[in-house]
């Protein structure tokens, strides 16, 4: 099985730099462009399913997407990102404002801290294990987040922990991982 993984297209929020968590935002103009353009870099490599959070920002990224392949999208709620709590919707500064030296201590332990009020990177692990067991297809897509997403490439090319939360995955950029663990990126020039 060969699986593809594709960010949401940017939202308004990602631009004012507002966490979202499980709150949503629409995509931008730009969040469009992203999501035309991976459904591009995805036309010749024969998807025969598509997998979405349940979140607006992504079943509308994996919609355009799949309304470009003829292919129908599934949603499965265990890709939802991860619950950022009391965090939710907050920029940085006001992150720092009403919880000082909070970001500094998630930093010193990225995968188990958990958002306060919400979820760890450890309890959506769980979560996405539960959705990798019903994905169903030889050449699925799974559209969702970038923190569901470095759990979804740890699980699937087996990377340490420290190894997936170093990844990012940018709204451009389609990641293709074999099932021997080897990791592509498909990205267009423009």
Not at 167 to 180: I, K, L, N
Request: glycine fraction near 8%.
């Amino acid at each position: 099985m060969v699986t593809y993984l594709a960010r949401h297209g940017q939202t308004e929020w990602n631009l004012a730099g507002r966490r979202q968590g499980r709150l949503d935002s629409p995509l931008t103009a730009l969040g469009v462009r992203q999501a035309q353009r991976n459904a591009e870099l995805l036309r010749h490599e024969h998807i025969d399913a598509i997998y979405s959070s349940p979140l607006g920002r992504a079943q509308r990224t994996a919609g355009i997407i799949g309304d470009l392949l003829g292919v129908p999208t599934q949603v499965l709620p265990d890709l939802a990102e991860l619950d950022h709590g009391d965090w939710s919707g907050l920029t940085s500064a006001e992150l720092d404002a009403g919880w000082p030296r909070e970001r500094a201590a998630r930093a010193l332990s990225k995968y188990t801290y958990p958002f306060p009020g919400g979820e760890s990177y450890a309890d959506a692990e769980v979560r996405i294990a539960r959705a990798l067991d019903v994905i169903d297809a030889s050449r699925p897509l799974v559209v969702s987040h970038e923190m569901v997403g470095r759990l979804l490439v740890r699980r699937l090319a087996g990377l340490t922990v420290d190894a997936a939360m170093r990844r990012d995955h940018p709204s451009d950029v389609v990641f293709r991982v074999a099932e021997d663990g080897r990791v592509d990126r498909l990205e267009s020039a423009g």
